[in-house]
């Protein structure tokens, strides 16, 4: 009898090597709102997650990369960072404490939290991260994939 292992996943995540990244925030947050990602682009959806955080808190690069922006964007403030294997992470309201260009390490600040994310009723932070205009569950980055066996649909022998 043969076994296939598929691995089931709700939703598209990124692939990155095993401990490459890491939470944006120290302790690790509570997640507020999880990842919902919408069937098709325009249609409403969470394409990110909200983490509790504190005012003031400093917010982490998740990993290595380079800043691309830190500024604002419809009155937020963001903080985006490009990751090798073409993946960016963005991070708001976060009061910028680096600036475009500048390389960063997993760990270091990026920020600062500032209050005023209109999906969360106490202060958080959302944190994105897509593939270029592919929005991807952030959390399945530092998180292990359930693999679950699935019946095969032919015998093998």
């Given at each position: 009898?043969?076994?296939?292992?598929?691995?089931?996943?709700?939703?598209?995540?990124?692939?990155?090597?095993?401990?490459?990244?890491?939470?944006?925030?120290?302790?690790?947050?509570?997640?507020?709102?999880?990842?919902?990602?919408?069937?098709?682009?325009?249609?409403?959806?969470?394409?990110?997650?909200?983490?509790?955080?504190?005012?003031?808190?400093?917010?982490?690069?998740v990993a290595d990369g380079t800043v691309v922006f830190a500024g604002s964007v419809a009155g937020k403030p963001v903080?985006?960072?490009?990751?090798?294997?073409?993946?960016?992470?963005?991070?708001?309201?976060?009061?910028?404490?680096?600036?475009?260009?500048?390389?960063?390490?997993?760990?270091?600040?990026?920020?600062?939290?500032?209050?005023?994310h209109g999906s969360c009723t106490s202060t958080c932070v959302h944190w994105g991260i897509r593939r270029g205009r592919?929005?991807?569950?952030?959390?399945?980055?530092?998180?292990?994939?359930?693999?679950?066996?699935?019946?095969?649909?032919?015998?093998?022998?």
């Amino acid at each position: 009898m043969c076994v296939v292992a598929a691995i089931a996943l709700s939703t598209p995540v990124a692939s990155a090597a095993p401990g490459a990244f890491d939470w944006p925030l120290r302790p690790k947050p509570q997640v507020l709102t999880p990842f919902d990602r919408p069937e098709h682009d325009w249609l409403p959806g969470h394409r990110g997650v909200d983490l509790a955080a504190g005012e003031g808190e400093p917010v982490l690069a998740v990993a290595d990369g380079t800043v691309v922006f830190a500024g604002s964007v419809a009155g937020k403030p963001v903080v985006s960072v490009d990751h090798p294997g073409g993946l960016r992470s963005t991070y708001e309201p976060v009061s910028a404490s680096v600036t475009a260009g500048t390389r960063v390490r997993r760990g270091t600040v990026v920020g600062f939290v500032q209050s005023g994310h209109g999906s969360c009723t106490s202060t958080c932070v959302h944190w994105g991260i897509r593939r270029g205009r592919d929005y991807l569950d952030p959390t399945a980055l530092i998180r292990g994939h359930p693999i679950r066996l699935k019946p095969l649909d032919t015998p093998h022998g």
